[in-house]
Structures are given as C-alpha cells and as structure tokens.
C-alpha cells in the first residue's frame, strides 16, 4: 500500500512568492495533519483535519499560512507571501480519528526560501 | 505546552541498553514514541495509553506513569538500527500531539 504521499520534496523559491505544498493521506485515514520541523522549534503541528474538516489551526504562525482539505484524498498547505523563516521542513501525516492510533508521516516537504 | 525529554543525547555501544525520559507539566492521557533518522520521516514506535494499555511493535518497551505524568522508553540490548532522533508525543485527550525536542541516540559497532 502507499504510504502518504507528498510533494514537491524539494522547494527553493525566493521570498515574497507563494508557496503551496501538496499532500494525500492514507486511503480510508480521516485525519490528517500538518507538521513543521525546524532545528530551533523541533516538530510542530500546525493544523489538523478530522473528516475534511479544520479541528485545530492553533499552531498555524500567521494569516500567511493557509491550508484546505477539499476532499479526503488531498490537501493543500499555502504560504503566501513566503519569508525566510519559513525555511523548513514539512510533513503531513495521516491516521484514523482517534487520539490512541499512530500517525503515518509523508516524506515531507524541505522549503528554502531565499 | 512542549514535553521535556532527557537525555538529549546519547552515545551507546552495540547492545547496550538505553533509557529516554519523557515528562509533561500536563495530565497526559496518552504518550506516542517515534524514531526518526535522518533526512526520513518519524516512524512510530509505540502508544501508551492512560489505565495502562500499551500498543506498539518492535523489541522495545516504555513505561507511562499518569501520576507522575512522565514515560520512559527502553532499548534493550541495541542494535545499529536503534539509532536515530526519538521523540515523545504527548497527548490531553485529543488527536493534537506535542512533541518533546528529540533525544539523539547514536549506536556504535
């Protein structure tokens, strides 16, 4: 089976443009979530979904970010506009809703913005 | 709020054993491990749950302490494949997850 699956792997872009990161969870996983790995912060959640629904966006930074859900096979996290703070990298993990199921990570996303 | 993992780092022989400490300032209801090496993604390793049930794979074993809202990781007799960054997950109730900042552990032959 195929595991969740990410793209592109590798961004580099420069700052003020915008960039959309992709992701398809796990067939048949109704949540998903968004991670954001640096070497100060660690592995930080930034939003996640239950049932193509946003539950939690707490950890999303600022109004630059946005991320959708249109259907439960694919998801979308935007920067726009890009800094380079948002240098990083980025996983999206998927599982079944509960909070005592392990959640299977994609490659991730590394971001450089220049 | 962040759960403090210690040690932050650790050097190890081959088949030597190792302990990760995970505490959390919160009531913990549930306490995920993930390994992660380098340049890959985390992979889980194991849930603890509050009451005590325990679901994971592997030849690795952990412990969870409710009262005391700490857990430990234990790797017995490691291997070359133990190594990389393991994280604890904490978790209030919800799906959200927080993550400690990693404990490296590196295994030599």
């Known amino acids: 089976d195929a595991g969740v699956i990410q793209s592109p792997r590798h961004e580099v872009t420069e700052m003020g443009q915008e960039v959309t990161l992709r992701c398809k969870p796990i067939?048949?996983?109704?949540?998903l979530f968004w991670y954001r790995q640096t070497m100060m912060r660690g592995l930080e959640l930034l939003i996640y979904?239950?049932?193509?629904?946003?539950?939690?966006d707490s950890g999303m930074p600022e109004d630059r970010f946005s991320a959708k859900m249109p259907n439960a096979s694919f998801s979308t996290l935007k920067i726009q506009p890009s800094e380079p703070r948002d240098s990083a990298v980025y996983f999206c993990?998927?599982?079944?809703?509960?909070?005592?199921?392990?959640?299977?990570f994609g490659p991730g996303t590394r971001l450089t913005v220049l | 709020q962040q759960p403090v993992q210690s040690p932050q780092a650790v050097i190890l022989r081959e088949g030597e054993d190792a302990v990760i400490n995970c505490s959390s300032s919160?009531?913990?209801?549930?306490v995920h491990w993930y390994r992660q090496k380098h340049g890959e993604a985390p992979v889980f390793l194991m849930i603890?749950?509050?009451?005590?049930e325990q679901k994971g794979h592997e030849k690795i074993s952990a412990s969870f302490n409710e009262k005391k809202q700490q857990s430990s990781l234990y790797l017995t007799a490691s291997q070359l494949s133990y190594s990389g960054t393991y994280f604890c997950?904490?978790?209030?109730?919800?799906?959200?997850?927080?993550f400690g900042q990693g404990t490296r552990l590196t295994i030599n032959p």
């Open positions: 993990a998927s599982s079944f809703s509960s909070s005592y199921n392990e959640q299977f």
């Open positions: 067939s048949g996983h109704n949540s």
């Open positions: 979904f239950n049932n193509n629904v946003p539950i939690d």
């Open positions: 919160k009531a913990l209801y549930s």
């Open positions: 603890l749950l509050k009451g005590g």
């Open positions: 997950g904490t978790g209030g109730g919800a799906q959200k997850l927080v």
